[in-house]
């Protein structure tokens, strides 16, 4: 069973359009994020979610939305996409958020290619 | 703010023989976590051993353990008996302790290991 999942693996468009990437969890957990990994495999916090509700919004662009309809999933939505946003896109999660002793497990990744 | 440096953007090693991953952090925290992470090339990122500052013992997991200096800031990867599927990204990891900070990690440059024949 795969603890962290992420649709699609791979996602191809072109500037301007807007996508999304969906992310699940069966390890009961109670927080969730998103974290983004550049062409030079630098990896950066993006938004993290603790029960629902937003307690990491690090500095991107408001293109992009985050959404978590229940703790299971966290889903990234970005607006108007631009060539600077192809990157490799990792949800993970953990069992807390604020300094607990936890691990994060990391989905599979997403990488999105902007055209 | 707290940083993390890897000052080796690549490093090789024989089949079988030892290898040292170094890590340094810059953070004015008393307690927090240190992770090392595996990224192969199949991207996914994997966890490969983790210390909680308030140990003064180094975490050891099979082949691989670390040393963890916290006066020096110091929190190297050692890798013994190397394998080739050890051949990796590997990446040093922070995290705050402290209670009611969220969560996050933050991230080292990587090294790319090679493992050879």
């Known amino acids: 069973d795969t603890a962290v999942s992420q649709t699609p693996k791979y996602l191809v468009t072109q500037m301007g359009n807007d996508k999304s990437i969906k992310c699940e969890q069966n390890?009961?957990?109670?927080?969730m994020y998103w974290y983004k990994q550049d062409s030079k495999k630098f990896l950066k916090i993006m938004f993290s979610?603790?029960?629902?509700?937003?307690?990491i919004n690090e500095t991107v662009p408001n293109r992009f939305s985050p959404k978590s309809p229940d703790k299971a999933h966290l889903n990234l939505h970005i607006n108007s996409l631009e060539l600077g946003d192809s990157a490799v896109y990792f949800c993970?999660?953990?069992?807390?958020?604020?300094?607990?002793?936890?691990?994060?497990?990391f989905g599979p990744g997403t990488r999105l290619t902007v055209l | 703010a707290q940083t993390v440096t890897q000052s080796q953007p690549e490093m090789s090693v024989q089949e079988a023989e030892t290898v040292t991953l170094s890590c340094t952090y810059d953070?004015?925290?008393?307690?927090?976590?240190l992770f090392w992470y595996k990224q192969p090339p199949s991207r996914q990122m994997i966890l490969v051993i983790r210390?909680?500052?308030?140990?003064?013992q180094n975490a050891t997991e099979n082949r691989f353990s670390v040393n963890f200096q916290k006066a020096a800031k110091s929190f190297s990867l050692k890798i013994s008996d190397s394998q080739l599927g050890d051949a990796a990204m590997y990446f040093c990891?922070?995290?705050?302790?402290?209670?009611?900070?969220?969560?996050?990690?933050?991230f080292g440059t990587g090294t790319r290991l090679q493992v050879t024949l």
């Open positions: 993970a999660s953990s069992q807390a958020g604020f300094g607990g002793a936890d691990t994060q497990y």
């Open positions: 390890l009961g957990h109670d927080t």
């Open positions: 979610y603790n029960n629902k509700e937003l307690i």
């Open positions: 953070t004015s925290e008393s307690d927090y976590y």
């Open positions: 210390q909680e500052a308030y140990k003064q």
């Open positions: 990891a922070y995290r705050s302790a402290i209670t009611g900070t969220a969560s996050k990690l933050t």
